[in-house]
């Protein structure tokens, strides 16, 4: 079967930096998605990854490592609007997105 | 640019009654549709998507339905709504089928309450 696992729930500090991490397996891997859902709002698209590396986009980043079936979203200097909810999600061999239950990140000032 | 606008924002809707959710995109032209649901604290569960007028495709058997009326419209309906009907109902979508692996863009959502 396929499946995409996260943590639960994080918690860290105002300012701080934080790394979610997600692991997948799935019937072929086509690029993997990070979305940030605010409590009671709809996804919203933060980066993609379609080859091994790290893609910086200001405060956010995330890794692929396609060997490991492994990914990672890094938020640095943490602000209390950080506080959501982190989706991954992998395309397959279907071209058809794979959740991930997501990870609540709790920001504490 | 590309908007994407869903109605009605919250439901309620006692069990046994029909529903018909509609979601509209604005600024593109036959773009690849989905209807998701997402049960609290849970994930996201596709349920249809469409890559053209009248091409729906069902990922889960149950009493809901989804039409394509019109290139850039997308309807997910049921005629007797049940007590486990209840969640969040997401509308997205991406660029056409011949960009597939690109970002999906969703609506604000749709509450659906069911007493």
């Known amino acids: 079967g396929q499946n995409i696992d996260q943590p639960t729930e994080m918690t860290a500090t105002e300012g701080a930096i934080v790394q979610i991490n997600c692991t997948y397996q799935?019937?072929?891997?086509?690029?993997l998605f990070w979305y940030q859902q605010h409590a009671g709002e709809a996804p919203t698209f933060l980066s993609y990854?379609?080859l091994d590396g790290l893609e910086e986009k200001g405060r956010f980043s995330s890794f692929l490592s396609r060997s490991k079936g492994y990914s990672y979203l890094l938020l640095k200097e943490l602000q209390m609007k950080d506080s959501a909810s982190y989706l991954c999600a992998v395309m397959d061999s279907n071209y058809q997105l794979i959740w991930g239950a997501g990870t609540k990140l709790i920001i504490k000032p | 640019s590309q908007t994407i606008h869903q109605w009605p924002a919250t439901l309620v809707q006692p069990v046994g009654s029909p529903l018909s959710l509609e979601c509209t995109v604005e600024?593109?032209?036959?773009?690849?549709l989905y209807w998701y649901r997402q049960a609290a604290g849970r994930g996201l569960q596709l349920l249809f998507y469409?890559?053209?007028?009248?091409?729906i495709s069902s990922e889960v058997p149950q009493n809901l339905s989804a039409s394509r009326p019109q290139d850039r419209q997308f309807i997910l309906s049921s005629k007797k709504l049940l007590l486990s009907d209840s969640g969040f109902y997401l509308c997205?979508?991406?660029?056409?089928?011949?960009?597939?692996?690109?970002?999906?863009?969703f609506g604000d959502g749709t509450r659906l309450s069911i007493l």
């Open positions: 799935t019937s072929g891997f086509n690029g």
């Open positions: 990854n379609v």
């Open positions: 600024g593109t032209s036959n773009p690849n």
């Open positions: 997205a979508w991406s660029p056409s089928q011949d960009q597939w692996s690109q970002p999906q863009h």
């Open positions: 469409s890559v053209g007028i009248g091409q």
